[in-house]
């Protein structure tokens, strides 16, 4: 079965602090896709990153991070010098092929409410 | 704008009233689909459309709802005699084919749906 974790539920930081999220994820599937997606109050789902199985690298975009290890089936998520407008809901999602997952249904975590103070 | 709209944002309805939602995707998207979203939990896959064709169904998706893309471009998600448990948000997203699950999925506003 294809599950995803993100065991904190809320976190609360002042601004210009760094914070990291957390993702762990269980799959059989032998290529599979991480996501994570934003979700400010208005509702939307922003696609932030997509990573595949197979590419292990570290990835930076601005303030944003990504710190994907397969050894512990992680995919975690840093933003750096937190800012106001960072307060949203940030979701981890996995995508399968092989086993349970069809092409497209995406498996969320519950995600974790981020609030950044000024 | 050409993101994935949805309409109505916001529908109230009675207990055992019909409600429909509209979902326009991206224009060049040939994939669909459709996730309801409760308070407090992450989206959950409902079902999703490759142009007209409706590929897969989520047990979540009872026999009072029925989703349709009849000509491979908008898509209507119907539920009859709704319930208080059917109030959510629901989330319609499209996406291209790339022959493979990695393909990037974008998703709308939501529409929210409250049964009193």
């Known amino acids: 079965a294809q599950k995803v974790t993100q065991a904190q539920t809320e976190i609360s930081v002042v601004e210009k602090e760094d914070v990291t999220l957390d993702c762990v994820y269980e799959?059989?599937?032998?290529?599979?896709?991480l996501f994570w997606y934003k979700q400010p109050p208005s509702g939307e789902l922003v696609f932030l990153i997509r990573?595949?199985?197979?590419?292990?690298q570290n990835e930076i975009s601005g303030r944003y991070s990504w710190n994907f290890q397969k050894s512990t089936s992680s995919f975690n998520f840093t933003i750096t010098a937190s800012q106001v407008v960072d307060s949203a809901v940030y979701f981890c999602?996995?995508?399968?092929?092989?086993?349970?997952?069809?092409?497209?249904?995406?498996?969320f975590g519950k995600g974790t409410k981020l609030s950044v103070k000024p | 704008d050409t993101g994935v709209s949805q309409d109505p944002r916001h529908k109230i309805t009675k207990r055992g009233q019909n409600v429909t939602f509209r979902c326009d995707p991206i224009?060049?998207?040939?994939?669909l689909y459709w996730y309801r979203q409760t308070l407090g939990q992450g989206p959950e896959f409902l079902t999703y459309?490759?142009?007209?064709?409706?590929?897969?169904k989520s047990r979540l998706l009872s026999d009072r709802f029925s989703a349709e893309r009849p000509k491979g471009s908008f898509s209507t998600l119907e539920i009859q005699r709704t319930e208080q448990g059917d109030s959510a948000m629901y989330l319609c997203?499209?996406?291209?084919?790339?022959?493979?699950?990695?393909?990037?999925?974008?998703f709308g506003e939501g529409s929210w749906l409250t049964v009193v």
């Open positions: 459309f490759q142009n007209e064709a409706q590929l897969e």
């Open positions: 990573r595949n199985s197979f590419d292990e």
């Open positions: 997203a499209s996406s291209t084919r790339q022959g493979n699950s990695g393909n990037t999925i974008y």
């Open positions: 224009s060049e998207h040939n994939r």
């Open positions: 999602a996995l995508s399968g092929l092989n086993y349970g997952g069809s092409q497209g249904n995406l498996i």
């Open positions: 799959t059989r599937d032998t290529t599979y896709y």
